[in-house]
């Protein structure tokens, strides 16, 4: 679920205007799973960016205080959502920890990096849901360790169908500051995108490995 449409649409044109997020739907991006896509995205940019970032950071804040309350943890899933998780977690004033991606193959071989106790209740910030797996994969670990995960948070989503099926099985609520179809909106004013473009773009999100085929002979 987006949270505020004109705060995601003024976040949709920051992201364009310092290319966090791009745009190539003539010549693709790969992704690690191989797949091919028009857009690709790296919030960890927005952090260059001081009037940026502090806008995420407020927003992530507001989020959390109208959805959430006041959780006991604030949680960032490595590596993107481990700034911005601390950014929020000193403007609330809550303790902050963050979840690897696996567990450290030496020392104490933590996935969790800080303190949560069993019972307690957490917010998990994250940059960015592709397909939500890795993002699940963080809040998995932190039910494990006994926390009450409330929901996650996250800067951008692609808005893809698995996502959504994936964080429904779950059970794990999301929430994001702003999301592909507010990018798109933002992208067509300002003229980023064309007309093909746009059909483009729409055509990869309703199906990412069918409109990856065509470039599989190039």
């Known amino acids: 679920m987006?949270?505020?449409?004109?705060?995601a649409l003024k976040l949709a044109g920051f992201l364009l205007q310092i290319k966090a997020i791009k745009l190539n739907p003539s010549s693709p991006f790969t992704w690690a799973s191989g797949l091919k896509s028009?857009?690709?995205?790296?919030?960890?940019?927005?952090?260059?960016?001081?009037?940026?970032?502090?806008?995420?950071?407020?927003?992530?804040?507001?989020?959390?205080?109208?959805?959430?309350?006041?959780?006991?943890?604030?949680?960032?899933?490595?590596?993107?959502?481990?700034?911005?998780?601390?950014?929020?977690?000193?403007?609330?004033?809550?303790?902050?920890?963050?979840?690897?991606?696996?567990?450290?193959?030496?020392?104490?071989?933590?996935?969790?990096?800080g303190i949560i106790e069993k019972g307690n209740t957490v917010v998990v910030i994250e940059d960015l849901v592709s397909t939500g797996g890795s993002s699940l994969h963080a809040v998995e670990a932190l039910r494990e360790a006994g926390a009450n995960v409330k929901g996650m948070v996250a800067i951008f989503t692609y808005g893809l169908a698995i996502a959504h099926?994936?964080?429904?099985?779950?059970?794990?609520?999301?929430?994001?500051?702003?999301?592909?179809?507010?990018?798109?909106?933002r992208a067509v004013e300002e003229s980023y995108l064309t007309e093909k473009e746009l059909i483009s773009l729409k055509e990869w999100q309703i199906n990412p490995s069918h409109w990856s085929k065509q470039f599989d002979s190039k």
């Open 2 to 7: 987006k949270f505020n449409t004109d705060s």
């Open 165 to 185: 099926e994936n964080f429904k099985k779950a059970n794990c609520d999301l929430t994001t500051l702003t999301d592909f179809e507010t990018l798109i909106e």
């Open 38 to 113: 028009p857009i690709y995205c790296d919030n960890r940019i927005t952090l260059s960016y001081h009037k940026i970032r502090t806008h995420i950071r407020q927003e992530f804040v507001n989020v959390i205080q109208e959805k959430y309350e006041r959780p006991d943890i604030i949680v960032g899933v490595a590596t993107g959502g481990i700034a911005q998780g601390a950014l929020v977690a000193q403007e609330l004033g809550l303790p902050f920890a963050y979840v690897r991606t696996e567990k450290k193959a030496h020392g104490l071989t933590n996935q969790i990096e």
